[in-house]
């Protein structure tokens, strides 16, 4: 259990970059690391994953603690990688409350996003061998990838390769077919409240924690429609304050809520928002992780998941290749992912503490040259 806690709340400091650079980094901490689970089994989390709502990341954190510690382990691998984000949210929200500004910590976080870089493709060259078993699901992989670089979201490719497998492995074994359960939205739900409480912000943030598909950044959209449009409780203005915390803080985005329940209620606020953006992925996790054992055994099931995982691999690919893009036409960008490419291909001991670390200097002392 304290290996648990030292390992997540480990990446939970360093895991800059997005969902891809999170499950990157557990990639090469779990298995290649310690060996908890095989490259299949890890697959087989991520693809799962995929179909439930939440921050994907915190997620697969919540799953590999289960297949290392059961129920506590479930529990304490969120919680360790969840906690760093919150309490630095936390802080920078104190300090921007107290003198109006956020601190200009900035040039150091110029480099991170692109260091990691070559984490996250030597995790999908890994996971793209596992995933990617047959020609069909490469095709399957490739063309997710593209309809993704090209903006079709990340749910409805994954639910549409899902039901993809499930009739194709239908049609060959001449099987029935089943029912999907795809989850209501809850957004518009009237709170029995308006006025802004402790209860009210944490109902406000687990209606939108229980339709989150895709990217945590999709949570940006929503809390312009549920709080500043809707409910009036904040400006555009410290939404954007909000936003910019959440782009350069570890761990998942979705801290971003920490921010705003402080802005909205202080100490009270911070805690229920955070409370309502990760217990729904807390419960689903826990529900999720009981049935993946008759999923594997089921035939038709497993063939779904294959596809799926498939599907993950093709979404990494893209988020790797746009990512990498993106990167390529500022040459201090540019200059630090392929010092991250070359290390991670070459020196492929070297931890991800370092990767990060070194960006974030590399960021700071080219942003000095101008």
Aim: proline letters at 4%.
């Amino acid at each position: 259990m304290l290996e648990i806690i030292f390992v997540f709340f480990k990446l939970g400091c360093i895991a800059f970059g997005g969902p891809a650079a999170h499950i990157a980094m557990m990639e090469k901490e779990i298995i290649k690391k310690r060996k908890w689970m095989t490259h299949e089994d890890f697959l087989d989390l991520i693809g799962i994953t995929n179909i439930i709502p939440g921050p994907n990341s915190t997620q697969m954190t919540m799953q590999c603690g289960y297949f290392r510690g059961g129920n506590i382990g479930l529990i304490l691998a969120g919680t360790a990688f969840i906690l760093p984000a919150v309490l630095i949210t936390l802080l920078f929200a104190i300090a921007f409350v107290r003198y109006g500004s956020l601190p200009s910590i900035e040039p150091f976080f110029l480099g991170i996003k692109p260091a990691v870089i070559g984490i996250i493709l030597m995790a999908t060259i890994k996971l793209s061998k596992k995933g990617f078993k047959n020609n069909i699901l490469i095709a399957t992989g490739i063309t997710v990838a593209l309809l993704s670089i090209f903006g079709v979201n990340e749910f409805i490719l994954i639910i549409g390769i899902a039901f993809l497998g499930f009739t194709i492995h239908s049609m060959k074994n001449k099987s029935k077919k089943l029912r999907s359960l795809i989850p209501g939205l809850l957004l518009f739900i009237k709170p029995t409240t308006i006025s802004i409480s402790g209860i009210s912000i944490f109902w406000s943030f687990i209606k939108i924690a229980f339709i989150l598909y895709g990217s945590g950044y999709v949570l940006i959209a929503y809390v312009d429609s549920e709080l500043v449009e809707r409910l009036e409780w904040l400006t555009k203005e410290e939404l954007l304050d909000a936003i910019a915390v959440g782009q350069f803080t570890p761990g998942p985005v979705l801290t971003t809520a920490t921010f705003i329940g402080y802005q909205l209620n202080g100490f009270i606020g911070a805690i229920t928002a955070s409370l309502g953006m990760f217990l729904p992925s807390f419960i689903l996790v826990a529900i999720l992780v009981k049935i993946i054992p008759f999923i594997k055994k089921s035939k038709i099931l497993s063939t779904t998941l294959e596809y799926i995982n498939a599907a993950a691999v093709g979404i990494m690919i893209a988020v790797t290749m746009k990512l990498s893009f993106s990167f390529l036409f500022n040459w201090r960008y540019c200059a630090i992912m392929m010092v991250s490419i070359t290390l991670t291909y070459f020196f492929k001991k070297i931890s991800s503490v370092w990767i990060v670390f070194g960006g974030a200097i590399l960021g700071y002392l080219l942003n000095l040259i101008g």
